[in-house]
């Protein structure tokens, strides 16, 4: 996508060849900063500390932690240590240990002074296979869109409620959810998003918002609690999120609180949609509300808030009342019973066991057996 009319990715190799550029998400959306990562060390810390975040971005910035591991040391050991310290940052985008492994297989049986080319090739080709599948997610639900379009009016917008960042910040490029909507923009469909504020760490307000803004795509940000209200109201034509692993049978583990909108989308008749590339599959997984490992971060991330003073400056205050005990889940799972469909890049499925097998047989025959 494009930043001030510069097409850009999330992560890129450095033009001198000597680390991997990052968008430092942490700073968005009043300050837009990249990043040198240059090694293993700093590869960890920009996952775990979500400078930079999201799925599939977390996964192609692991596989570059592995190619930068290399560089300083290719030997077996340090590979194995720089698989163990990667996949620890964050426990439950699945992309992540999927990442992992593909850098494993195209590395591990390659002689000691070919690991680092090997490495880089291989992580460059999960960031363009991203790029490619979010593509083709953006057709395949663009056509939903324009399939509601059709249903009103002639420029009557059609209202799309998401949640958190699944857009291209959170992958290589387009997004998931946002792909089929920056298409329709693209197309001249009217579209409008409601983008959930997400807290407590607001991935809605400061990273989605301010991608739709830069491509210039109606949206209007809203307090968590709001969407079941703009159901009720006819407000929300579909939802669109995103997600961080989907299991054998449907589930959906997403970012907290999306399950609650898929509940008042159930009770409102409105289609809840799930986008998702299929690394984010995991076939070894039943029933996510069970086996699913959520992330649980700290206390500070929910007792305070940073942002922009007027004078310009960053200023991190306390919200909640001293003392009190807080609970931070990162994610929640959503029961595929909740989800009218899921659309990936091979198309739009049935949340259900059959429904992902018959699209994805080679990935299934992998799963649980
Ligand atoms: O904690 P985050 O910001 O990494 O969580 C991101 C999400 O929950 C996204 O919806 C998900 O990773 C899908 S990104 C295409």
């Not at 049986?109 to 593509?135: H, L, T, Y």
């Not at 939903?144 to 059609?158: C, D, H, M, N, Y």
């Not at 997600?243 to 449907?250: K, N, P, S």
């Not at 076939?283 to 509300?289: N, P, W």
Request: some cysteine.
């Amino acid at each position: 996508m494009k930043v001030d009319g510069k097409p850009m990715r999330s992560i890129w190799v450095e033009p001198d060849g000597n680390a991997v550029g990052i968008i430092d998400q942490t700073k968005l959306p009043h300050r837009f900063e990249t990043l040198r990562l240059t090694s293993l060390a700093e590869a960890a810390h920009a996952i775990r500390s979500m400078q930079t975040r999201g799925a599939p971005l977390i996964g192609a910035t692991a596989a570059y932690g592995i190619a930068l591991a290399l560089r300083a040391d290719p030997s077996d050991t340090a590979l194995e240590q720089a698989y163990a310290t990667l996949l620890a940052t964050r426990p439950t985008a699945i992309n992540l240990r999927w990442a992992l492994d593909e850098m494993m297989a195209a590395v591990r049986n390659q002689p000691r002074e070919a690991r680092v080319a090997a490495a880089f090739r291989r992580a460059g080709e999960i960031a363009d296979e991203d790029v490619a599948i979010n593509a083709a997610i953006g057709r395949h639900g663009l056509a939903l869109i324009e399939a509601i379009a059709a249903t009103k009016p002639k420029g009557e917008r059609v209202n799309v409620l998401t949640h958190c960042n699944a857009g291209w910040l959170a992958t290589v490029d387009w997004g998931t959810a946002t792909a089929p909507i920056y298409m329709a923009h693209d197309k001249g469909i009217p579209v409008h998003v409601w983008v959930d504020e997400t807290r407590p760490r607001n991935q809605g307000a400061a990273l989605t918002a301010w991608e739709l803004g830069h491509h210039g795509v109606p949206h209007t940000v809203i307090p968590d609690n709001t969407g079941g209200h703009l159901m009720q109201h006819g407000r929300v034509d579909l939802a669109i999120v995103g997600t961080d692993r989907v299991t054998a049978q449907g589930d959906v583990c997403n970012k907290i609180g999306t399950y609650l909108k898929a509940l008042a989308a159930r009770d409102n008749d409105v289609p809840f949609y799930v986008a998702l590339p299929s690394p984010t599959i995991d076939f070894t997984v039943d029933d996510g509300v069970a086996e699913i490992p959520i992330e649980e971060r700290s206390a500070e991330e929910v007792t305070r808030m940073t942002g922009r003073t007027e004078d310009g400056r960053t200023e991190t205050i306390e919200v909640v009342a001293p003392g009190s005990p807080v609970a931070n889940y990162g994610f929640d799972v959503t029961p595929a019973r909740l989800v009218t469909g899921l659309i990936t890049e091979r198309g739009v499925l049935p949340a259900t066991r059959e429904g992902l097998a018959a699209a994805f047989p080679e990935r299934a025959s992998s799963g649980r057996g």
